[in-house]
């Protein structure tokens, strides 16, 4: 199993563990929220396109709520399974390709949104997986950065992701940099450059 179904399968656990109201890092979002998106975008190819096109999103919310207000255990149990056999990421590596860092993101949207949350163990594929996928996502969120960026590593691995003024270094192990990338703030990481790029770019609207 990949870093997809690896992920897939520990937030259907966690789903399980913390229920279906527990908070999340998705602004406004509880887990059936969550896990009725992540419904969407593998089950519904007529609402999953309003996640990305506003014109379409009252579509996708509405089939997402129908979704969130069935039975919890069936929710998760339809999440565990992954999508029906035609849906392209079906096929493993597929799943790999598109699902990597939607699940290791939304894992880590249940884990921390809980109190007294701690970053996971290091664990090579999933550090690898975050790596490429946080280099690969800077490059469209944050394509507005007021600030040049460069993403490091403890280990010292280096990407300059954004030219611009004033760079900032941010600093820290992969998970921590790709949710960072993706807006998220529940994050553990040291910046490098000067205060005010560094506040600059820590309010920047990332992920958009």
């Known amino acids: 199993m990949g870093v997809a179904g690896d992920e897939r399968r520990a937030l259907s656990e966690l789903f399980e563990e913390v229920g279906p ?7 406004g979002w509880k887990t059936r929220d ?28 509405r089939v997402q709520d129908s979704y969130a207000a ?12 992954g999508p029906a056999w035609y849906w392209p990421t079906s096929i493993a590596a597929l799943d790999e390709l598109a699902n990597s860092a939607e699940f290791l993101i939304h894992h880590e949207d249940v884990r921390r949104g809980q109190p007294g949350w701690e ?5 090579s594929a999933r550090d690898a997986a975050a790596w490429k996928s946080a280099k690969q996502a800077s490059k469209l969120n944050l394509r507005k950065s007021p600030v040049g960026v460069i993403l490091k ?11 611009g003024p004033d760079t900032v270094t941010v600093i820290g192990a992969p998970i921590e940099l790709l949710l960072f990338v993706f807006g998220r703030d529940a994050v553990r990481l040291t910046f490098e450059g000067d205060a005010y790029a560094v506040d600059r770019l ?7």
């Open 21 to 27: 109201d527990a908070p999340t890092l998705c602004a």
């Open 34 to 61: 969550l896990a009725a998106h992540l419904l969407v975008r593998e089950r519904r190819p007529d609402a999953a396109p309003g996640i990305l096109v506003p014109a379409l999103a009252s579509y996708t919310q």
């Open 70 to 81: 069935q039975p919890w255990s069936e929710v998760v149990g339809k999440v565990r399974s």
């Open 119 to 123: 970053p996971r163990p290091a664990d």
């Open 153 to 163: 590593t403890p280990e010292g691995r280096e990407a300059r992701v954004k030219e």
């Open 202 to 208: 820590r309010k920047h609207d990332r992920g958009l």
